[in-house]
């Protein structure tokens, strides 16, 4: 059956066909049309379908998970992805865009690095790390620091170290990296960690 497909090299793709296909895909996600997967939470009424075919070949994830006796039921409970976000990144299987704000981008990011999409993951960072090159140093309060404080300097010179926190918010669960101006005696929020690619439950 795979043999009847063309190889790359030996026909020229109709992109125009492929165009309509993917217009189809999105038309089918919007209306729940031909859905075979449905997602739900013990902690919210929400629910949300899409296509095994489509997240399979988005996600190296869902293609492992659909594999398993859990992933084989039409319908699959989401544990650590609240829907708000699990939604979006849905949609980014299907559509390949992704617009993270300040006040989802973490989570997102948490999503998309659980989800194993790269490419979600990528686009959270590239946010995060435009974010601080644009915001004004920051004084960041003292329960919030980095345990490594500062030694203090007898030198006119201004030394800076480097430094990571952890945040400690329920849902918030990205590492910012934090440089510390000793003559200015503030935290300044300097880049951001890449979550490691890592496989868990739903």
Known sequence: MASAIPKKDVVRPDKGFSDLVWENFHEFYDQEKHIDVTFLWRSYPERITAHRV?????????????????????????????????ELLI??????????????VS?????????????????CTAYLKGSTERSRPLRIPAFQLPSN???????????????????????DTESCIYRCDEMEKIW????????PTQRAVL
């Open 54 to 86: 489509i997240l399979a070949a988005a996600s190296v994830y869902f293609d492992e998970l659909f594999q398993t006796k859990q992933g084989s039921a039409p319908a699959i409970y989401i544990e650590n992805i609240a829907p708000d976000e699990f």
């Open 91 to 104: 949609a980014y299987c299907y559509t390949g865009r992704l617009n993270p704000k300040m006040n989802n």
């Open 107 to 123: 989570r997102l990011l948490n999503g998309a690095t659980i989800l194993k999409l790269d490419g979600a993951a990528a686009l």
């Open 149 to 171: 404080q500062p030694t203090s300097s007898n030198t006119n010179t201004n030394k800076s170290i480097l430094a990571v926190r952890q945040s400690i918010g329920k849902q």
């Open 188 to 195: 300044i929020q300097c880049g951001v960690l890449k979550f």
